[in-house]
């Protein structure tokens, strides 16, 4: 008797119900023997048997976590982070920077003693720690949503950077060892990141301050604790004293945004000399103009543009983002002015991750463009497609626009 495809279906369903507990079971006896094996490099890293015992007893893997090579599914890749799929407008929008300008304006106040003592010992503004704790929880009052260990442990079993996070994972149970923080409070982000100013456990040990004094360095609970390691990661990564991050001007109408790209550095003096402007008209200082600066026009010649200095990469380095340091700095501005960004972000519409992949593997191929193919319009992509709209006898705007896409995939 032949079996109709109903039947076939029901029968399949069935399988795979009977099988998929099984399945699991068998995925998570991998688990706990993966998280046995690392007993030896735990030890050797200072985790006594104790706390490698009671953080691990009953911990579970969460596959549903985004970045991980599941075996038969998927690949499930990072979710979207608002840095690199929103236009600047939708980021950075005013209601937002001025509530956090106002709250920040008012810890300035409340934390004033801490804050001047973070400024005298590392030379890091107020404000722009201030912007980083705004932006990372705002100022504590957002909840971190996932346990941290369980993050760890599973970005270590089955992530897409194995080898990073099983020593993350490990550096975790070391700073639950030591008594800087209980088990029940080590919350995290999807990708790890953990306390009020959001520090992976090997931040934490290189950049981690014991500013109010306890013996313990408490990035969860202790303002002090969390401000200070956040200035000592900026300092650790060559934060500047006395330097601005960034200058909002205004560009000459025959600028090449090609130009904007990190390695593109010239005096701030001589970006003035080629036309470029200061929006407030502020008169810069010898000093001042002597700084390197680079071309950032996060809108192709669309939307405001700027003259970063070496500060505005060091806030990068916390969060590699143009979006993310345009935001913090800006706060950091706001905190004592109520002056907005003079120029207007654009009305720009954010092409598809996979149509911004699509540019970057013909630009790539045709010598234009040598970074990740990762669907990001960041500087490099941008200048990138600045020389391909030079080659093509395009209008120059360094954005990536659907009349772009649609020269390259007729010259593909």
């Known amino acids: 008797m032949r079996r109709g495809p109903r039947i076939r279906l029901t029968v399949a369903i069935f399988l795979l119900l009977l099988l998929a507990p099984h399945a699991a079971i068998a995925a998570d006896a991998g688990f706990t023997q993966f998280i046995a094996s690392l007993w030896p490099e735990a030890r050797a ?44 407008a939708d980021y950075i929008k005013e209601a937002s920077i001025a509530r956090l300008a106002a709250e920040g304006q008012r810890l300035l106040q409340t934390h004033r003693q801490t804050l001047n003592g973070i400024e005298q010992r590392f030379g890091v503004p107020a404000t722009v720690i201030l912007a980083i704790w705004g932006r990372e929880t705002d100022y504590g009052r957002y909840r971190l949503p996932y346990d941290a260990v369980r993050v760890l442990a599973t970005q270590a079993y089955v992530g897409r950077r194995k080898d990073q996070y099983r020593t993350e994972f490990i550096l975790a149970l070391k700073i639950i060892g030591e008594g800087d923080v209980a088990r029940k409070d080590m919350r ?74 990190p390695e593109v550095t010239k005096p701030i003096g001589q970006w003035l000399r080629e036309g470029f402007v200061p929006v407030r008209g502020e008169r810069l200082s010898a000093a001042e103009q002597a700084q ?108 990536p626009s659907e009349t772009v896409l649609s020269a390259i995939r007729t010259a593909r």
């Open 188 to 261: 995290s982000s999807w990708a790890g990141a953990t306390g009020l100013t959001q520090f992976l456990p090997s931040e934490f040990y290189k950049h981690g301050v014991d500013f109010d004094g306890d013996g313990h360095v408490n990035i969860w609970t202790s303002v002090p604790d969390a401000l200070a390691s956040a200035a000592q990661q900026l300092v650790n990564k060559g934060w500047q004293p006395g330097l601005r991050w960034a200058y909002e001007v205004r560009a000459p109408a025959n600028a090449d945004c090609t130009q904007g790209v």
């Open 45 to 88: 890293t200072g985790v006594s048997r104790a706390t490698f015992d009671a953080v691990t007893k009953g911990l579970e893997p969460d596959y549903k976590l985004p970045d991980l090579l599941l075996p038969g599914r998927p690949a499930t890749g990072a979710p979207s982070q608002a840095e690199f799929v929103q236009v600047p």
């Open 292 to 399: 390197p600066a680079s071309l950032l026009q996060p809108e192709g010649i669309y939307g405001p543009a700027f003259l970063t200095t070496k500060n505005y990469f060091v806030i990068k380095e916390y969060n590699f983002s143009d979006l993310y340091v345009l935001f913090v700095g800006h706060l950091s501005d706001r905190i004592t002015s109520p002056q907005p960004f003079a120029a207007k972000w654009s009305a720009s519409n954010q092409l598809r991750t996979s149509d911004v992949e699509t540019m970057q593997r013909y630009l790539t191929r045709l010598g234009l463009y040598a970074d990740k193919v990762d669907g990001k319009a960041g500087m490099q992509t941008r200048a990138a497609l600045g020389a391909f709209q030079k080659s093509a006898k395009l209008k120059l705007d360094c954005w």
